[in-house]
């Protein structure tokens, strides 16, 4: 980041907000300073005049900036951000900066010239910061060159050498000599630049490479010790750093000249050839990544427009209860062409909370009728819009977009997923157990195989077959002979159909009725035969199990600690009465809400 800021400073531009949300990390782990908005050139500041106040408190330096000590202020908010990086302190002011360096030097007393070196950015007094951001670049990069043993300090070096046409161009375009043109090329390529590949249409051409630098693009050659470049173009600055964030950066430092030791060359040209040759095979990697997970996500937007303009709102001008029951009754504000009975509609408030939502039952005339899930009719505008309730589906895109996303950024529970989808070739080979005893008697031998092979399974497992081929039967046995081999095995069993569901859970339980299981869904779409799997067709029959249980245990504790049991009656009868009292504060609170409604 220090880099960014030196960078910006070279050329008199002024950031003016430093601070961590203003850095954005790419896909590939790059930082980027971001957020330039209220930067400005050094030469056209006026700080009079210029957002002369603005700026975030805890990285902005006290001290008014009346454009003398300018650069400083980026460099204190530098300092203030490596102290927040590097310490558990809060910073909120110069005590917390104190606290911060503190905390620094107790865990950093071979660093100690750097801590100093930060100190000094976070000064309160401008005049003992460094001059601006490249002073304190070179300044820690002379520290960390002192650290270093000599030998791993000096840069590889890559020789070059400028063909006559490559030289015309840039004399054509610059005109200046060689030697000026020669100083040209080697301050924009060590002051940072990229290597691609050099395509001639659509091929490569082998040992020939695209080098973009700060301001030119370069054809480059490889000979067996030396870079050759056939030419040099001018190209726009976005254009260069475009493909420079997609290319190999380099870390040698470029020179014209002939090299001492060839041997040392020869390594760093061989190495460059690999080392873009990976940087190529990484590329297409990650571009075969992002068509998986893009076709996945544009799937997923386009059913979440479809969802969203699904249907049209239907306009009500008046709307009233029907009777004492939940339905309630609209009056359209004009006559129907389509049939929306069955469809789920809700009206929202102005600050779209939702106030009332249900299924419509009948359309007669310009009258709905709706059947009131859940909601206050209450609160019901006069009028409004009945919208087509599509939450539900829209969380369920949701959920799936976040899936989607733990699985691109590997942030599930197996973090290797992504990279199992993206390369099948790394999914393990299923280990065949040596014998199963098979619980279904009715299996074939291609469904055996194939249980053998769901059971040794580390990864994925893909099993494809038409309709009535016995996949359900499959499924069946396989969380069958896995609760068999781990009786505390817990599985998560979806599909894409209520039906496909219920067919494998009426199966599974017809075989293992005392098998625990709880069927997650809406209750009007799920089969009568998996009513009673259903999570609130469960909850009473907990309640007596744990009452029950905790019967046993009480009983066993009074007898073991030797209560009457008129000990035991006094203990029931107490409970019973804090119950009675739970019940009563309940009726209450629901007759002042009553009152109050009236």
């Keep these: 980041m220090l880099e960014a800021l030196a960078f910006s400073h070279n050329r008199e531009i002024i950031h003016r907000d430093i601070k961590p949300s203003n850095i954005l990390v790419a896909s590939d782990g790059t930082f980027k300073l971001a957020d330039f908005g209220i930067s400005k050139l050094r030469r056209y500041l006026q700080p009079s005049i210029t957002l002369r106040d603005f700026g975030s408190h805890t990285f902005t330096p006290p001290e008014v900036d009346d454009g003398t000590y300018t650069y400083t202020r980026d460099v204190y908010s530098f300092g203030v951000l490596v102290l927040k990086c590097l310490t558990q302190a809060e910073i909120a002011d110069s005590d917390g900066i104190s606290q911060a360096l503190q905390e620094l030097e107790a865990q950093a007393q071979a660093w100690l010239e750097i801590v100093e070196i930060i100190e000094r950015t976070v000064s309160l007094d401008p005049k003992k910061r460094q001059q601006n951001a490249d002073v304190l670049l070179a300044e820690i990069n002379a520290v960390q060159g002192r650290r270093a043993p000599s030998e791993s300090r000096r840069q590889s070096r890559c020789y070059l050498t400028l063909t006559r046409k490559a030289l015309n161009n840039l004399q054509n375009l610059l005109k200046k000599s060689q030697d000026e043109i020669e100083r040209i090329v080697l301050e924009d390529l060590n002051s940072g630049c990229g290597i691609y590949p050099y395509k001639k249409g659509e091929e490569d051409q082998e040992n020939h490479y695209s080098i973009f630098g700060s301001s030119y693009r370069y054809h480059v050659a490889t000979d067996q010790y030396k870079l050759v470049v056939i030419n040099a173009q001018d190209w726009s600055s976005s254009s260069l750093e475009k493909n420079r964030e997609r290319a190999w950066s380099p870390p040698y430092e470029f020179r014209f000249d002939n090299p001492p030791i060839i041997w040392e060359a020869e390594e760093v040209i061989w190495e460059l050839r690999q080392e873009v ?306 019940k009563l504060t309940k009726i209450e609170y629901l007759r002042t809400e009553l009152e109050s409604r009236k």
């Excluded at 016995?470 to 068999?484: D, M, P, S, Y």
Aim: with cysteine; proline share 4%; charged share 30%.
């Design 277 to 582: 040759e990976g940087h190529e095979a990484d590329l297409r990697q990650r571009r075969a990544e992002e068509r998986i997970f893009r076709v996945g996500s544009d799937s997923l937007k386009a059913r979440k427009d479809w969802e969203e303009n699904r249907e049209e709102p239907l306009e009500y001008r008046s709307v009233e209860p029907e009777g004492h029951g939940n339905q309630v009754i609209f009056e359209l504000s004009e006559l129907l062409e389509d049939d929306v009975v069955g469809q789920l509609r809700q009206v929202k408030g102005s600050d779209r909370r939702r106030i009332l939502r249900g299924e419509v039952v009948e359309v007669n005339g310009d009258e709905l009728y709706l059947s009131v899930s859940d909601g206050e009719i209450d609160e019901l505008p006069k009028g409004g819009e009945l919208l087509f309730d599509n939450d539900a589906a829209l969380d369920q895109l949701r959920r799936q977009e976040n899936a989607v996303d733990a699985i691109k950024y590997d942030q599930g529970v197996r973090a290797d997923i992504r990279n199992l989808l993206v390369n099948p070739e790394y999914v393990h080979t299923p280990e065949l157990p040596a014998a199963v005893k098979f619980l279904d008697a009715k299996l074939n031998p291609s469904q055996q195989e194939v249980v053998k092979a769901a059971l040794g399974t580390a990864d994925f497992l893909i099993v494809q077959g038409p309709p009535g081929t016995g996949k359900t039967t499959f499924i069946t046995e396989v969380i069958r002979q896995t609760l068999q081999q781990n009786p505390d095995a817990r599985i998560l069993l979806s599909s894409q159909t209520h039906v496909a569901l219920d067919n494998a859970l009426e199966r599974i339980l017809a075989l293992n009725p005392d098998l625990k299981m709880v069927r997650l869904g809406n209750r009007s779409r799920v089969s009568d035969t998996i009513h009673s799997l259903l999570l609130e067709e469960q909850m009473e029959r907990w309640r007596e199990e744990a009452i029950a249980c905790s019967q046993e245990f009480l009983d066993n504790l009074s007898a073991e600690k030797g209560f009457s049991q008129d000990d035991i009656h006094d203990i029931k009868v107490a409970t019973l009465w804090q119950e009675l009292k739970a």
